[in-house]
Structures are given as structure tokens and as C-alpha cells.
């Protein structure tokens, strides 16, 4: 069983960043993938970046050289820097996980956090 927490979401201005961090409980957590997914108002939820146990990255077009995701492995945490935010960017943050190799699709993570919000003003 994997427990996540998100914070360091937040209100800020365009072009502006945030980091956001996602702390696992358990302590096989080295082992899972973790993924950066989104929600924004009546949007359906987007993929925005993953990290694989090896350290194995991906990104969503959209974040590609403005979000960075990281692990700490010491610490079981995963972070996500964004940094250049757009309005675009407002939605809820979630982190979630899943055994082995990240994947695009959000159904197939089994342990998800309880989200964090960001807000971006133009």
C-alpha cells in the first residue's frame, strides 16, 4: 500500500513558479513509477509529466522546458518545478503511482494523492 501527498500548490501570477511535491508513505516506494496529472474546470483529467524508479523521464508537450520532475529517493518524494506558469497551467495537481514504468494513461496508476491546486493569473 502507497499513501501520497501533494502540496505546494498555490495562487500565483503568469510566469511565475511553483514547486509542487508528492510525499509517498511505505517503503518499497523506489520501485514505482510516479506520474504529474491535471484537472482543470470541466476538463477531463491530462497526463503532465512521470518519472520511472530508475529515474526515467517524461513530459506532456505542453510542460516541456518549463516543468521538471524529480525523485528523492532518501526522502520518497517526488517533485514537480514549474516554472514559466500560464493562466493555461490553473488546474488541480495530482501525483499518482503505480508499479514499474510510468504510462500515459491515468487508469492504470493505482495510488493517487488528494490533489493540490494552482492557480495562475494573467
Known amino acids: 500500500q502507497v499513501q501520497l501527498v501533494e502540496s505546494g500548490g498555490g495562487l500565483v501570477q503568469a510566469g511565475d513558479s511553483l514547486r509542487l511535491s508528492c510525499e509517498a508513505s511505505g517503503r518499497t516506494f523506489r520501485n514505482y513509477a510516479v506520474g504529474w496529472f491535471r484537472q482543470a474546470r470541466g476538463k477531463e483529467r491530462e497526463f503532465v509529466a512521470a518519472?520511472?524508479?530508475?529515474?526515467?523521464?517524461t513530459y506532456a508537450d505542453f510542460v516541456k522546458g518549463r516543468f521538471t520532475i524529480s525523485r528523492d529517493y532518501a526522502k520518497n518524494t517526488v517533485a514537480l518545478q514549474m516554472n514559466s506558469l500560464k493562466p493555461e497551467d490553473t488546474a488541480v495537481y495530482y501525483c499518482?503511482?503505480?508499479?514499474?514504468?510510468?504510462?500515459?494513461?491515468?487508469?492504470?496508476?493505482?495510488?493517487w494523492g488528494q490533489g493540490t491546486q494552482v492557480t495562475v493569473s494573467s
Open positions: 518519472i520511472n524508479p530508475g529515474g526515467g523521464k
Open positions: 499518482a503511482a503505480r508499479q514499474l514504468s510510468f504510462v500515459y494513461d491515468s487508469a492504470r496508476y493505482d495510488y
